[in-house]
């Protein structure tokens, strides 16, 4: 097994541990996966080596997956936000004609003065992804050059994303794709606006 697959694997079986209350609502799921795995994600090789800080917004200038669970979590916060709730949903009536290819360069909207709005409850992507070279990441969104990231963090976020978009079988979503379908739908089926949301390149879900 490579080291990829072992650290994908480490990440899946820590957030199934963490969902082995089956009476858990979907926000509860994703609290306790993103609680259970962040340890796992600041303890890795490169502790300490990161380039990441407040301020620094490269990442979040390109489109997310998100799961259900995720996407109901960071939903349910901005119904106490009803200013971010309303950018969120300008900006993807803005945006939802783009292929997701397009939607690089285009900040997240709940990005404000180059901080994340609602960082504890941000989603597995987010979390994983950690840099070792901020201007890398500047150059990235100009290239088609990655820049090096915490490969053991980012494949056990993988591993537990994996875990969250396989408990409803409807794999990931485009985030403002898929908030806004939660907070449009209120309590009238949010699970099935979620599904009709812009689906996530990779997400073998239907």
């Given at each position: 097994m490579s080291t990829n697959q072992a650290e994908f694997y480490r990440g899946l079986e820590v957030a199934s541990h963490a969902l082995?209350?089956?009476a858990l609502s979907p926000s509860d799921q994703a609290t306790a996966v993103h609680q259970a795995v962040q340890p796992l994600l600041n303890d890795t090789d490169h502790l300490g080596q990161l380039a990441c800080r407040l301020g620094c917004s490269h990442c979040?200038?390109?489109?997310?997956?998100?799961t259900y669970p995720e996407a109901t979590r960071l939903a349910e916060a901005l119904q106490s936000r009803p200013e971010?709730?309303?950018?969120?949903?300008?900006?993807?009536?803005?945006?939802?004609?783009?292929?997701?290819?397009?939607?690089?360069?285009?900040?997240?909207?709940?990005?404000?003065?180059?901080?994340?709005?609602?960082?504890?409850?941000r989603p597995m992507p987010c979390r994983a992804l950690g840099s070792l070279n901020e201007k890398a990441c500047a150059d990235a969104l100009d290239t088609d050059r990655a820049p090096p990231r915490d490969e053991q963090a980012w494949w056990r976020g993988l591993g537990a994303a994996t875990k969250l978009a396989t408990l409803n079988t409807h794999g990931s979503r485009e985030l403002r794709s898929a908030v806004s379908a939660i907070l449009a739908a209120g309590t009238n089926d949010p699970e099935q606006a979620f599904i009709r949301a812009k689906t996530a390149p990779g997400s073998e879900m239907a």
């Open positions: 082995r209350n089956p979040c200038k390109y489109p997310v997956g998100v971010l709730a309303e950018r969120i949903l300008r900006e993807q009536a803005q945006l939802s004609e783009l292929p997701w290819e397009s939607l690089v360069g285009h900040a997240c909207p709940l990005l404000i003065d180059d901080a994340c709005s609602v960082h504890q409850d």
